[in-house]
T-cell receptor
Framework: ETGVTQTPRHLVMGMTNKKSLKCEQHLGHNAMYWYKQSAKKPLELMFVYNFKEQTENNSVPSRFSPECPNSSHLFLHLHTLQPEDSALYLC?????????????FGPGTRLTVL | QKEVEQNSGPLSVPEGAIASLNCTYSDRGSQSFFWYRQYSGKSPELIMFIYSNGDKEDGRFTAQLNKASQYVSLLIRDSQPSDSATYLCAVQITNTGNQFYFGTGTSLTVIP
């Protein structure tokens, strides 16, 4: 595997379900990110981790819970989601957060909440 | 306000022409600027970044930054049908943590 991988690629869940999204980067990076991409809206940064420590949480509802066990893996735990949470969830990674930061994106998880 | 604004398009240019994509941003604390290309159903991929005023060229792509006017642009020379995609402008702001703001993207179609 190379680059940034995400699983699953597609997920359909009910509002009462609990599921997790997984991201893994094979680039030797130290920073990882979760973004939400909804139709006709800009990419929204949700969380930033640097060396496993969360550095940014952009007022994301608590029904989204991130976890970063190490610099290569990032999870997004989902519970009691709403239909408006349906979107493409993108993971990204970068070398770090110093200077200009070039991010590499994974293929995304297309989430549908029924 | 930390908005990044782009004309959503669609922008259509004939093959071989120059495509010009523009982006304005509102936060003067913005420090680095990025252009990503996103094909339909795919994730964004980085094309270029720029952090100093002026032009930066990479192959057929030229990024232009004017911090005084708060705009950044991307020129694509000799446009090819394979350039047809949505182009996302992004800014990095580091004076209050590390934040990245994206525009909604400009849809480009290169007509053969």
């Amino acid at each position: 595997e190379t680059g940034v991988t995400q699983t699953p690629r597609h997920l359909v869940m009910g509002m009462t379900n609990k599921k997790s999204l997984k991201c893994e980067q094979h680039l030797g990076h130290n920073a990882m990110y979760w973004y939400k991409q909804s139709a006709k809206k800009p990419l929204e940064l949700m969380f930033v981790y640097n060396f496993k420590e969360q550095t940014e949480n952009n007022s994301v509802p608590s029904r989204f819970s991130p976890e970063c066990p190490n610099s290569s893996h990032l999870f997004l735990h989902l519970h009691t989601l709403q239909p408006e949470d349906s979107a493409l969830y993108l993971c990204a990674s970068s070398h770090g957060l110093a200077g200009w930061v070039t991010q590499y994106f994974g293929p995304g998880t297309r989430l549908t909440v029924l | 306000q930390k908005e990044v604004e782009q004309n959503s398009g669609p922008l259509s240019v004939p093959e071989g022409a120059i495509a010009s994509l523009n982006c304005t941003y509102s936060d003067r604390g913005s420090q680095s600027f990025f252009w990503y290309r996103q094909y339909s159903g795919k994730s964004p991929e980085l094309i270029m970044f720029i952090y100093s005023n002026g032009d930066k060229e990479d192959g057929r792509f030229t990024a232009q930054l004017n911090k005084a006017s708060q705009y950044v642009s991307l020129l694509i020379r000799d446009s090819q049908p394979s350039d047809s995609a949505t182009y996302l402008c992004a800014v990095q702001i580091t004076n209050t943590g590390n934040q990245f703001y994206f525009g909604t993207g400009t849809s480009l179609t290169v007509i053969p």
